[in-house]
Structures are given as structure tokens and as C-alpha cells.
Nanobody
């Protein structure tokens, strides 16, 4: 099956930036791709997704600060995070929907993002 591997997480001060990457083991040019996050004690939430034709949707709390993008030639999806807030602290996961009726069936292992004040 398709495997996804996230990278780019780390510790950053509030107001700083990080760029997350998610590399897929197979072609995802016909897949919708998403970033989710889960903070301690909270439910997993959708952060952003990008469709096959590069339409994007963001959760309200990150609009104007985060940008999702994709490079189909590299089978990679990115999440550029600017103006980070303490509330952004979470494990971030990428996921792929192969548009085969199974939804977001493929997930990475996650990468930790910690924002300090």
C-alpha cells in the first residue's frame, strides 16, 4: 500500500515558521492530500487539504498563516507554517485519499511540532 513519511517538525518559538514535508512511496497525482494534527487531550482535526487540481481548504484557525502545496513529480505534499502559535503544538500527520471510495485510508506516522512562548 501507499506509505507516507512526514518530516520537518521540531521546536520553534511563537511567531516562527516551519515547513513540513510528506513523501509518498507511490504516485499520488490522482489523490487528494491532507494534513491533520492532534494536540494532547484533543481530538484529531483537519488542518488543510489539497485536491488533485490544487484547490485548497484550511481550518479557520490557520487561514492566512499556513499554506498546503504539492509537487506531483516528487510525490510530496508540504505544509508551510508561518506565524506559529502555542496552540499549533501538536503531532502533525499527512494523509492520502486515492479517490477509490476508501477515503483517507493512508496515513503517515506523524511529526511533532512544538511551539514555545
Amino acid at each position: 500500500q501507499v506509505q507516507l513519511v512526514e518530516s520537518g517538525g521540531g521546536l520553534v518559538q511563537a511567531g516562527g515558521s516551519l515547513k513540513l514535508s510528506c513523501a509518498a512511496s507511490a504516485s499520488v497525482f490522482k489523490a487528494n492530500l491532507a494534513w491533520y494534527r492532534q494536540a494532547p487531550g484533543l481530538q484529531r482535526e483537519l488542518v488543510a487539504f489539497i485536491t488533485t487540481y490544487s484547490s485548497t481548504v484550511y481550518v479557520n484557525s490557520v487561514k492566512g498563516r499556513f499554506t498546503i502545496s504539492r509537487d506531483n513529480a516528487k510525490n510530496t505534499v508540504y505544509l508551510q507554517m508561518n506565524s506559529l502559535k502555542v496552540e499549533d503544538t501538536a503531532v502533525y500527520y499527512c494523509a492520502a485519499n486515492l479517490l477509490d471510495g476508501k477515503g483517507y485510508a493512508y496515513w503517515g506516522q506523524g511529526t511533532q511540532v512544538t511551539v514555545s512562548s
